[in-house]
């Protein structure tokens, strides 16, 4: 089912703020299994210029992934969610993320297209402090595989 | 030893580096990033959708090409950008060996704004799991 093209151009609003914690880091760079002093050590942290543990540079995908699902799943927009797939992922950080940050992210709908049967959709989610500091944009292609396909 | 960006010209290769998923890594990245899709943990539910069995997170795999970035600068925030394509699967068995992804990386481009331009090259079983893998570095 071709997905519906009235989306392009929509916006979804910042949800609640995500507060990131220095343990949420840890987590997810023992999850990825780098042991860079950086993501543990406020002082390693420090060291380099930063405030406090600094977040690896994919991290962001925790606040995209939250709000490009809120758009996949919007039931209007006719994606089989079941038959999606991540296509591509991008990031462009305006400066690292660091524990403490509290993150908003608005999403907004850039492209829809078919290509050999399957329904793709890209993304761009903007990510930003509550006080409306920009801190990274992240580019997401989802495809739907057709059956097909 | 900080890499500078004089210190490196476009050829410059970063030190390759092998990574290894076990299923337990899969279950630990699920947590760490929220990303609960069955087909990275649910064998049956995999192979019923057409897949080899379970596989690593894309995002998994993206997040570990990069180490070879940010293990060569030291600083993970001088990767000021960073994308990937999703070219194949990564099925990681579970067996104690796991899946092994091997990672190399070299300068593309020296760029005007004290950034450098890596290329990745990401293979599984001697197949390129990542395409169009390019960060961009800032460097001192």
């Not at chain 2, 030291?74 to 990767?79: F, I, L, M, N, Q």
């Amino acid at each position: 089912m071709p997905l519906n093209p009235d989306f392009v151009g929509r916006t979804y609003p910042a949800g609640e703020p995500y507060l990131v914690s220095r343990e949420r880091i840890r987590a997810f760079a023992e999850a990825i299994g780098d042991t860079n002093p950086a993501y543990r050590d406020v002082s390693a942290a420090q060291a380099l210029g930063y405030a406090d543990i600094v977040a690896p540079p994919t991290f962001a995908i925790v606040l995209a992934l939250r709000a490009s699902t809120q758009v996949a799943h919007d039931p209007e927009l006719g994606l089989d969610y079941t038959r999606v797939v991540h296509g591509e992922q991008r990031f462009a950080h305006e400066r690292p993320i660091v524990a403490g940050d509290e993150l908003v992210v608005i999403t907004t709908v850039e492209s829809i297209r078919e290509a050999a049967g399957n329904d793709m959709i890209t993304t761009r989610g903007d990510i930003s402090t509550t006080a409306g500091e920009a801190v990274c944009t992240a580019h997401s292609l989802l495809v739907s595989r057709g059956a097909d396909a | 030893m900080t890499i500078t960006w004089d210190s490196v010209d476009v050829g410059t290769e970063l030190p390759p580096q092998s990574f290894t998923l076990q299923r337990v890594d899969l279950i630990k990245y699920a947590g760490a990033s929220g990303d609960f899709n069955i087909i990275h943990w649910n064998e049956r539910f995999a192979t019923e959708v057409g897949l080899p069995g379970v596989i690593a997170h894309g995002m998994l795999t993206m997040a570990e090409a990069v180490r070879v970035v940010t293990d060569w600068t030291g600083d993970p925030g001088s990767v000021v950008e960073y994308g990937v394509r999703f070219t194949r699967p990564v099925p990681v068995p579970d067996t104690d060996a796991g899946a092994t992804l091997e990672v190399s990386g070299k300068v593309t481009a020296k760029n005007d704004d004290k950034t450098v331009t890596v290329t990745l090259t990401t293979a599984f079983e001697g197949q390129t799991v990542l395409a169009k893998a390019v960060a961009r570095v800032r460097l001192p």
